[in-house]
């Protein structure tokens, strides 16, 4: 496995690989990674001939009172387990390789899309990851590039971004991959001391129970997010940021749920905000 730091390094190992006739996957990341990136790598290996995996704290996709500086990082293990699981190159930049000082064109979807659910309390962070994934993109050419379901907002943005833009790369989304409790695995559990661990299994009983009630056959939107949240406020150390049922495409509101729409919730427990979701 290559470790490539600049861009020329994985565009000579792509031109390469191109040459050979091999297909290439993408597996953007932010780094200390766990099982839930671990899937998407190992997915990606099984599709694609050669497999890069992106390890980038990209520093635009976050505001500045949001936590870039203390978003955990531990390059050496990300490494290793990039390894294990078959990646052929990881691709760690500088800030300085992926931005120049005077860098200023930024790609940014004009819709509602990226106003609705974590851009409401998050107003520039698609664009950032518009704009890093669009970097990305560009350097890797990959024929197929792989995303968590876990960031639901954030898929249907790419997907959306590839069509507008004619990337003409394929989208494969995986799904979300959760600790034994239920717990939806992320980076930044990381900052968790152990109540407020316990306290965050109320996203995923909340994801249970909406599941239960639309299976059920209950589509009103209101009694499905009233009941998540009056489970999620009975958590003396939760405060929600949003619980919304939204257009699985659109990422638009919707008063009754149908088959393919989104229920994604961000809920601060203590300092940390998490994110779950699931899809009707
Ligand atoms: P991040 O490093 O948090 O930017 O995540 C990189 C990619 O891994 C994104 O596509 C995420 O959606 C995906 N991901 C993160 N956590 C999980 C998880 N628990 N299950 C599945 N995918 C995940």
């Given at each position: 496995?290559?470790?490539?730091?600049?861009?020329?390094?994985?565009?000579?190992?792509?031109?390469?690989?191109?040459?050979?006739?091999?297909?290439?996957?993408?597996?953007?990341?932010?780094?200390?990674?766990?099982?839930?990136?671990?899937?998407?790598?190992?997915?990606?290996?099984?599709?694609?001939?050669?497999?890069?995996v992106s390890?980038?704290?990209?520093?635009?996709?976050?505001?500045?009172?949001?936590?870039?500086?203390?978003?955990?990082?531990?390059?050496?293990?990300?490494?290793?387990?990039?390894?294990?699981?078959?990646?052929?190159?990881?691709?760690?930049?500088?800030?300085?390789?992926?931005?120049?000082?005077?860098?200023?064109?930024?790609?940014?979807?004009?819709?509602?899309?990226?106003?609705?659910?974590?851009?409401?309390?998050?107003?520039?962070?698609?664009?950032?990851?518009?704009?890093?994934?669009?970097?990305?993109?560009?350097?890797?050419?990959?024929?197929?590039?792989?995303?968590?379901?876990?960031?639901?907002?954030?898929?249907?943005?790419?997907?959306?971004?590839?069509?507008d833009m004619?990337?003409?790369?394929?989208?494969?989304?995986?799904?979300?991959?959760?600790?034994?409790?239920?717990?939806?695995?992320?980076?930044?559990?990381?900052?968790?001391?152990?109540?407020?661990?316990?306290?965050?299994?109320?996203?995923?009983?909340?994801?249970?129970?909406?599941?239960?009630?639309?299976?059920?056959?209950?589509?009103?939107?209101?009694?499905?997010?009233?009941?998540?949240?009056?489970?999620?406020?009975?958590?003396?150390?939760?405060?929600?940021?949003?619980?919304?049922?939204?257009?699985?495409?659109?990422?638009?509101?919707?008063?009754?749920?149908?088959?393919?729409?989104?229920?994604?919730?961000?809920?601060?427990?203590?300092?940390?905000?998490?994110?779950?979701?699931?899809t009707v």
């Amino acid at each position: 496995m290559t470790v490539a730091t600049k861009i020329s390094e994985v565009r000579s190992a792509i031109k390469q690989w191109k040459a050979d006739g091999l297909t290439v996957g993408l597996v953007p990341t932010m780094g200390y990674l766990h099982e839930g990136h671990g899937s998407l790598i190992s997915t990606a290996v099984k599709q694609c001939d050669r497999v890069v995996v992106s390890v980038f704290v990209n520093p635009t996709q976050f505001a500045p009172n949001e936590d870039l500086e203390a978003y955990p990082r531990d390059f050496e293990r990300d490494k290793a387990l990039c390894e294990k699981l078959g990646a052929d190159l990881v691709f760690h930049p500088e800030v300085s390789e992926m931005y120049t000082e005077d860098a200023s064109t930024y790609v940014e979807i004009l819709s509602d899309m990226p106003k609705q659910l974590c851009g409401k309390t998050r107003p520039i962070h698609f664009r950032g990851v518009c704009t890093v994934v669009s970097k990305l993109f560009n350097i890797v050419q990959p024929d197929k590039a792989f995303f968590g379901e876990k960031d639901a907002q954030q898929l249907a943005i790419i997907r959306k971004m590839v069509i507008d833009m004619s990337y003409g790369i394929e989208i494969v989304g995986c799904p979300i991959i959760r600790e034994a409790d239920g717990l939806a695995k992320s980076s930044r559990n990381t900052y968790l001391n152990a109540e407020e661990r316990r306290a965050a299994l109320c996203l995923s009983k909340a994801v249970k129970l909406g599941r239960e009630l639309t299976a059920g056959g209950e589509t009103s939107s209101e009694i499905i997010l009233s009941q998540m949240k009056a489970l999620i406020e009975s958590e003396p150390l939760a405060r929600i940021d949003y619980v919304e049922a939204v257009d699985g495409i659109t990422m638009n509101p919707v008063e009754q749920v149908k088959s393919g729409d989104l229920i994604a919730m961000a809920v601060y427990i203590g300092k940390t905000r998490l994110i779950d979701n699931f899809t009707v």
